[in-house]
């Protein structure tokens, strides 16, 4: 899976959780540019970006993501 389509993918579980069909993320997104994302969604978010995956992160990695481009590529690193 390239970055585009783990983006595509992570796009889908915002969406999900945020129940917000208009929510387009790219890898410049902050969570300042999308509505409700706040640190209990953030949560809920990277749960379920986990699961989606089948993937665990670390406490480490989650606070080093300034963007969700860090996100992605924390993901695409995992996938191998």
């Known amino acids: 899976m ?3 389509e ?4 992570v796009n889908e579980v915002f969406i999900d959780i945020l129940d917000n069909e208009d929510i387009v993320l790219s890898r410049e997104t902050t969570a300042d540019d999308v509505e409700d994302w706040d640190s209990l969604n953030h949560i809920q ?3 379920a970006i986990e699961k989606k995956f089948k993937i665990r992160f670390t406490s480490q990695e989650i606070h080093s993501w300034s963007n969700v481009g860090a996100m992605i590529d924390s993901i695409t690193a995992k996938l191998g």
Request: glycine letters at 0%; charged letters at 20%; zero cysteines.
């Open 45 to 47: 978010l990277i749960v």
């Open 6 to 9: 783990v983006l595509k993918t």
């Open 2 to 4: 390239d970055s585009n």
